[in-house]
């Protein structure tokens, strides 16, 4: 996932759900937050200082756009990977 990439998802996620603290130090971000949408949203509550278990229908939520996001990702990758040649 680029930067650019990253930055899209958690405009999103402050757009429509508040969580913005990650966008405002993204630069803090961990890069491991890259490595899958369960990472993704532990980083972005971790980033707003929230726990996941105090509110499991918000967590729901972020798990539904950052879900959303990986797979369009992963399949831009899959698309951009295949051999046109073939």
Do not use: H
């Not at 757009?15 to 990472?39: K, Q, V």
């Not at 756009?65 to 831009?76: E, L, N, R, S, T």
């Amino acid at each position: 996932m680029s930067t650019e990439q990253s930055i899209s998802l958690l405009s999103q996620l402050c757009e429509e759900l508040g969580f913005c603290s990650a966008l405002r130090t993204i630069s803090r971000f961990p890069p491991d937050a890259m490595a899958g949408p369960g990472e993704f949203v532990d980083a972005v509550f971790a980033a707003e200082n929230l726990s996941k278990e105090a509110d499991e229908r918000l967590a729901g939520q972020v798990r539904a756009v950052v879900d959303k996001y990986f797979v369009m990702w992963q399949k831009a990758e899959e698309v951009s990977s295949v051999d046109p040649a073939s």
